[in-house]
């Protein structure tokens, strides 16, 4: 009694092994969390350091260079960049894909304690945060108000909004932009600080002595304790305004005699817009609002934070003050929501196109029920065995699924057809269920273990791509296996009970054989031709074979293809001498262009984002159904329309469609050196130009420019010295005067606040309203600046970026209509060659992801080949076998590439994961038939050539059926419209291509290798 005799022979086993799998999946399906992509963790540790006020040449010296130098040295490194500007240092630790984010943040943590010393003392700690290293947020919450000032909506935010926001799980911090923190502002006029004998330094030295936060203690008495509370601070606008500043002769100096004290914003060099594109009345405004942002944890789940958004909005609106309201300008969630929920129809419209493909083969519903239960079988063991390895319900395992609808009714198929073709030939449903159930038990095992091979190398793959597909190909050899199980144990028995004797026919089942019967007999005569001329068949494999690399070396290439998202990112940059209003001007034309766009609903902006002279924003498009143009034709479209725009450059570009990248436009191309800042800028303004004249990109652009204007004073120290006036002296006094630094803190409603003295903006307008200002000699005389020092005009860089800690420039691009990205890095590498000795390059961005898995699939191909043939050799205890069967695999290939070569789509993860399943698939058919041809060639001591004839005879009718099933049920994807929809169409349509092409070849070309190569007696195992 054979394996599969004991289900038949006892139906309760194979009802049972059912109800387990049922049992099972149920458990499964109730517990997986649902997801865009697999759980993967990207992580970036920022490291900002203030110290307003400072040269970006102070900053990079005394606080960039030693916090890099002592950060470099963390495990699990990808790279490390660093942006040094006026008063900030941003130090950037990109981490490698999955490493432990919360163990590399106790490693920087640690080597920045370690070098704090160094930094200078004026500057405050750095703050160091955690972040995805995304682009964007998750979401970003907008408040605005007509009627209440901006700091009074960000002191709502600090005390009511973001406590609610903050305990979102998967949120790993709250960010905050346009925001204007509440401050107590000292508006000091230099004139009048002369006239009363005082300076900047002096003005800071009194806060510090009359705004003082005392810890006075307790009076603990015999029996009892009581608390003292000492009002050595301030806490109103009054209490500043009368504040002493110096008391001389019975004359008393307050604030107001020098200036003026308020509450407002501790600065304005930000400020955040959204909008209604279309609103019901009147022309639409952009309004000030203030953007917070919902950081996501390295691990967090979009869907999950907007979920939990969605469910504490109600609650928050009720919070609100008068004049304020909310809305959500931006979200990530809707785009990822829609991808599923369409992936989701693609699996259902794919269920019941494989089920009308069945029933149209066998003609009848008895039999269409044995293949169609493997379905709802092998999906919940698939969703079990996810449950298991602690998968997730997300896009690819969702396609995963689509894919195995096809494959997991084959083995079922395989099983009633072979049932079917006995109760034909006389035998009762049960003799031809167990005669016919023995015979295939072999190609069904060995079809089983030759997909699961397929998926096996991926699933040992690292990086991006390894992370990504690790379940999408586990997914499937899971249900395949799930489903090698269902065709061994109950689709035998439910071919005894529920297929029909031969008399009793119906008439679809009788049109079914009467067309299959046509097919293979013009199949046979066809077949009987090619054996006759065997340099047929295999001259045009030849020639397939030789034309394989010629259509590999046509096909464009990219990492992912771009999908539409639903909205079009803009970034702004303006000339670095921009201010803030300069930028909002400007963005009000921005915002005319954008609400040109038919296709656009809403737009959101933040400006002064990593510097006042850049923005970032977006313009929120409708839904797919809803619009006749793309992303890809409404981006060109706005591209075209921004460019007329004078005084700054906009950049119109999309998000990549795969996670793990740091966003911003797509080509980031890094070149670094340990040479001057001014050198390197001259390297990439050539770059630049090379690139504007290759046509490869829409537009252009670098990080690193020398248009800065920077007002340079000189001290003549010996003269400062004579006076007895130091160094310490000058920079306190303009510190105080220029540089926006706070001096202390004062309470407020149980909050604390900085205090900011500062020079009315008038006196600040020029560089020559510096002369103005005095210092205090060492007689107590007022010396005015112009005494001591020179004043001049010049230009400094943007930016001091750097890369691996050596000086860097970053090109970036958006790549113009129909270039790919392979393209782009092919062009870029072609030109970094010619750099002078020292320059090195890295990427950034999608195109930094190209380079680092572009070709990791390639090599999962090879593997997969390698490991499939050392599975069939085993099953066959041959190593000829195993040749012939994959013969059909470069003749699926070449069908595969067929669309690529003619740019119908392009190489990519997609499309080259299409590549690897077709190995799988294709080798199916050339198991049915070499393992049937073996087995007539053993058995009736016949040639080969007769052998491979009447297997090949046998075996047609479960090849056309498999394959139909497959074809058809993938014409979903290959017709996909909607969110998704371009990856999900490169996948299929390579498939089905593939699938075509290499069946109808391997039906002609397979019979002809077998009667050459297979020898005369066949080996049994």
Known sequence: MTFTDRFLRRPVLAIVVTILIVLFGIKGFNSIATRQYPTLETSTILISTRYPGASSDLMQGFVTQPISEAVASVEGIDYLSSTTTQGLSVVTVRMMLNYDSMRALTDVMSKVNAVKYRLPEGAYDPVIK????????VAYIGFASTTRPLYEISDYIHRVAAPMLSGIEGVSEISYFGEQRLSMRLWLDPEKLAANDMTGEDVARAIRENNFQAAPGRIRGVYTISNINLNTDLKTVEEFRDMVLRSTGGRVIRVRDIG??????????????TSTLRPPNGKPTPRPSIFVGLEPSPTGNPLTIISRLNEIMPKLKATLPPGIDVRVPYETAHFIQASIDEVTETFIEALLIVIL?????????????VPIATIPLSMLGAVGLMYTFGFSLNLLTLLAMVLSIGLVVDDAIVVIENVHRHIEEGKSPFDAALLGAREVAGPVVAMTLTLTAVYAPIAFMGGLTGTLFREFALTLAGSVIVSGVVALTLSPLMSAKLLKAKEKEGFMERMAERVFGFMTARYETVLDFSLRHRWVPLGTAAVIFLLIPAMLHVSQSELAPNEDQDIVYTAVKAPQYANLHYVETYAQTLYEKMSEIPEGHSHWQMNG????????????????GKRKRNADQIQMDLQQRVASIQGTSVFVFQMGALPGSTGGLPVQMVVRSDDSYRNVFGVMSHLRDEASKSGLFAVVDSDLAFDNPVVRVTVDRTKANALGIRMERIGNALNTLIGENYVNRFGYYGRSYDVIPQAVPLSRLTPDALKTYYMRDQNGHQVPLS??????????PNRLPQFGQQNSATFQAILAKGVTMG?????????????PPGYSYDWQSDSRQYVQEGNALIFAFLFALIAIYLVLSVQYNSFTDPVII??????SVFGALIPLALGVTTLNIYTEIGLITLIGLVSKHGILMVEFANEILHRDNVDRRTAIETAAAIRFRPIIMTTAAMVVGLAPLVIATGAGANSRFGLGTVIVVGMIVGTTMTLFVLPSVYTVIRPRRSKTV
């Open 130 to 137: 955690r972040t995805s290293g995304g682009f964007t947020a």
């Open 260 to 273: 003026r004290a308020e509450l407002g914003p501790d600065n304005t060099d930000t400020s955040s817009q």
């Open 357 to 369: 493909v069945i029933y149209l083969s066998l003609g009848t519903v008895r039999a269409v029920i």
């Open 609 to 624: 984002i990593d510097g006042i002279a850049n923005s970032v924003g977006g313009v929120n498009l409708d839904d797919w």
């Open 787 to 796: 005494a001591l020092a020179s004043v001049r005009v010049d230009v400094e």
């Open 823 to 835: 393209d782009a890095v092919s062009f870029l590498k072609a030109k970094a060659a010619e750099f």
């Open 886 to 891: 994959l013969v059909s695999v470069p003749l």
